[in-house]
C-alpha cells in the first residue's frame, strides 16, 4: 500500500510538473510594451492628366531643321490654347543630334576618315497638365495634326489629395486600432488595459503621385507632312489612384 502511495504521489508531481511547463500557459503581460503597424488606403478617380506632345524633324541643314520644329512647335501651343484655355503649358526637352552615315569596314593600313553629319536631328517637347478630361481626347486630336502624342500621364490633382489626406488618416488610424484590439484578444487582455504611448506616422505625404520633371529620352519619330490630315479623336481611360498611408504605435499595457 505504501508503494502505491508512492507511485501515485509521483504521478501527481510529474503532471504538476508537465502542466507548467505547457506551451498554453500565457507569459506575463504587464507592463508589455508592443509596437504595432498599420496601414491605410483610400481610392479616387483621377482627375489631372499630363500630355506629352513632341514634334521632331530631321534635315542636312541644321538651321531649316531647328525653323521647321520651332514653326511647328508654336503652331501646336496655340492650338492646346485654343481647345483648352485652362490647360498649363511646359516646353521641355529641346535636343538637337547629328546623325551620321552608317560606317564602313576599316581597311587595315588606311587612317579612318573623320566622322562627318549627314543630317541633323531637331526635337522639342511640350508638356501639358489639365483637369478637363472631357476635352481631352479633342485636344489632342488637334494637336496631332502638327504634334505627336509621346506620353499620357493620369493622376489626382493636388486638391484633390489634399481633401483625401482626411480620409487616409482616418483609415490608417482605424486599422491600428483593430489591430490593437486583435492583439488584446490573443493575450487574453481587456483593451482597457492597453494604453496607446507613441504615433510615428511613417513617410506621411510621400505617397502622392510625383511628376517626372525631366523630358522625356529622345526617340526616333518621322517629321509630319505640311498638311497633314485631320486625326481622329483618341479614346482615354483615365483610370483610379490609390493612397497609401503607414504609421507604427506604440501600445502599453498595464
Do not use: C
Not at 526637352?93 to 543630317?119: D, F, I, L, N
Not at 489626406?165 to 486599422?175: G, K, L, P, V
Amino acid at each position: 500500500m505504501t508503494v502505491l502511495k508512492t507511485l501515485f504521489a509521483a504521478a501527481v508531481a510529474l503532471g504538476s510538473q508537465a502542466h507548467a511547463q505547457s506551451p498554453s500557459q500565457s507569459l506575463p503581460t504587464a507592463g508589455a510594451l508592443v509596437v504595432v503597424p498599420a496601414f491605410g488606403e483610400v481610392t479616387h478617380v483621377n482627375d489631372e492628366v499630363v500630355a506629352t506632345l513632341a514634334i521632331e524633324e530631321q534635315d542636312k541643314d541644321k538651321a531649316a531643321a531647328a525653323s521647321r520644329v520651332n514653326q511647328k512647335m508654336n503652331k501646336g501651343i496655340a492650338i492646346v490654347k485654343r481647345e483648352d484655355p485652362q490647360a498649363m503649358l511646359k516646353t521641355q526637352g529641346y535636343y538637337t543630334y547629328p546623325v551620321y552615315p552608317e560606317e564602313r569596314p576599316q581597311v587595315a593600313g588606311v587612317a579612318p576618315k573623320p566622322r562627318v553629319p549627314s543630317a541633323w536631328r531637331v526635337g522639342q517637347y511640350l508638356q501639358v497638365k489639365t483637369s478637363n478630361l472631357g476635352a481631352l481626347p479633342k485636344t489632342v486630336a488637334a494637336a496631332q495634326a502638327v504634334l505627336t502624342l509621346n506620353g499620357l500621364q493620369f493622376g489626382l490633382a493636388p486638391a484633390t489629395v489634399k481633401k483625401l489626406d482626411d480620409e487616409r488618416i482616418a483609415a490608417t488610424y482605424q486599422n491600428l486600432n483593430e489591430r490593437i484590439a486583435s492583439i488584446a484578444r490573443a493575450m487574453g487582455r481587456p483593451l482597457s488595459d492597453a494604453v496607446l504611448d507613441t504615433i510615428d506616422f511613417e513617410g506621411s505625404g510621400n505617397y502622392a503621385q510625383r511628376e517626372n520633371a525631366r523630358a522625356p529620352a529622345p526617340m526616333m519619330m518621322r517629321a509630319m507632312a505640311k498638311d497633314a490630315a485631320p486625326v481622329e479623336e483618341p479614346s482615354f481611360e483615365p483610370g483610379e489612384t490609390t493612397l497609401q498611408m503607414h504609421l507604427v504605435g506604440k501600445v502599453k499595457f498595464k
